[in-house]
């Protein structure tokens, strides 16, 4: 059973961040402020380790680039 970790030295992934809530989750778009857009680790999306976390991060990604590309035509 674990009791501890070795810190952010070997950390690979953290909790917490931008909560999902305020966001679109089509666009990433905050839902309060018109034209900022959260992606990836700073967002409160956590995945097991073996590659989610790097499809998160390039998945929303897309999703905002998209949504920025058509917003500005
Ligand atoms: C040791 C390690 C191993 C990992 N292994 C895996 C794995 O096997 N599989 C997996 O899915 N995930 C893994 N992860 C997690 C994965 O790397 C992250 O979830 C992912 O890289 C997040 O991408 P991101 O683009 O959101 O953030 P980041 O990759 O952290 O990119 C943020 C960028 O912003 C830059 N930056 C910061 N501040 C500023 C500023 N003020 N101005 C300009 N630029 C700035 C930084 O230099 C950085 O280049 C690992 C993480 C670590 C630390």
Partial sequence: MPIGSEGYRTAEV?????????LNSRTMEARTVDGLYFIGEVVDVT???GGYNFQWAWSS????GT??????G
Wanted: proline share 0%; hydrophobic share 45%; charged share 15%.
């Fill in 14 to 22: 953290t909790l917490g961040g931008v909560d999902t809530s305020g």
């Fill in 61 to 64: 990604g897309w999703a905002a």
């Fill in 67 to 72: 949504a920025i590309a058509e917003r500005t």
């Fill in 47 to 49: 995945g097991w380790l």
